[in-house]
């Protein structure tokens, strides 16, 4: 299915190949030195962003739709996709006659197929935004990071999207460990620190979080220590894997 | 649409009224004096319990279809439905042919409908089942409440909904209060203390529990006290409703 080029597919072969009235779109959060930011993807002539996002085959589990559309529309792959809301209002925001009329040869039958109503499954993930270069799809003229509380405008719903998105990924620091593949492997508490207060969008306690990041051990302390300039050395951590693993898969009850 | 009969309904129709591929199905959990159930529906004839369940219409939006099902199919009314997750792997198990084959009367197009690859939207509540007359449906013959650890056997893949439904309720003690509509207007910090030691499934320290109740201002404490024979007579708490609504809207931070 992921050979046919874009001029092939007609209405009928959109039809025959996806579940009508269900698409996917997928938030991607990249984290780096006290930014967050969301990878968005752009059509060429289109009035506005969208996060990447695609539909499902006949013969496709979601998840694996999930990851399919990520890898094809960003060229990212292994990124750990979490559903987080499937959105069904009546009116999703979408005009693609309007939206996308500035479209080079916008076909009519891409037109007729995107019109019907579609529910979007949401799906989010969380990277470290330096380590990817995005890159655009064959439909796509510009996919790119933009800065959470720079965003362009957006098509549809997915300003929505991305705000639930975010809502959950701060619940989730709640009760799943994170932090690993987002910090470097040797770390101080104040970079942890500063990843949590960056996704909370707050101060945190600085005694609090670490005798909360120790009781759990999560992480362990290193004999070594960061030079940073001046007096300060703060020590160094890295993760306690084992631990950080079973945390991810029993949860992390933070209360009680 | 809802004024349809039974036997009205063919395939054609309900191509015509319903979003195909896409279905609801609610997780309704009663909880009572320790207990906790599950509501569970019953078509006459067939080899399986179902979670009450149904589909999108073209032009309802997904929030009102999923109350709209569950009204139908219960008779419950303002219950307040949380969406948990979308499923959507390839074999959900569900094999009406023969799972329905001892249904009387069972239309051939309700059976190509059936056949179809459904995802399925899992949505759920907690309500108090002691004060809740199920009723069942035109297409059942039993609509009823079944101890969580004494299920009988389920269709498709509604054992795994049952599970995830617990788990997602689980995670959402730790950032949103609930209790209001499970307990007496006056209750117990014991009573209290059991409503979340039987959904998380664990003794909790009654010490910690306690502090950290009366650090979120959730409950008051009245100037009476219950009789419960001997010498013990625990006092009596009530919700402070405004402080109560205030953590429903904008979470409970329970950690950092």
Known sequence: MEKK?????????????????????????GYHEKQIKVLLSHVKGALGWLLPGGFIEMEQALDEAASKILEGRTGLTSLFLKQFKTFGSLNRGLDPATQFAGVPDFNPANLQWL?????????????????????PSLFDDKCQWFEINGLPPLLSDHELLIKEALRKLQLQLHHEPIGYNLL??????????????TILGKKLDQRNFTKKLVSLNLIKK????????????????????????????NGVILAF
Chains 1, 2 share one sequence.
């Open 5 to 29: 080029s874009a001029k092939t597919t007609g209405a009928a072969l959109l039809e025959q190949t996806y579940l009508p009235h269900i698409s996917i779109d997928c938030v991607i959060f």
């Open 184 to 197: 470097p492997e040797k770390f101080t508490l104040p970079e942890m620190q500063a990843l949590y207060e």
């Open 222 to 249: 290193l004999g070594e220590k960061k030079y940073i300039g001046g007096h300060r050395s703060p020590s160094l951590y890295k993760f306690n894997k084992r631990n950080y693993n079973k945390a991810l898969l």
């Open 115 to 135: 019109s019907k109503r579609f529910l979007t499954i949401g799906y989010y993930a969380l990277t470290e935004f330096s380590k990817v270069t995005p890159k």
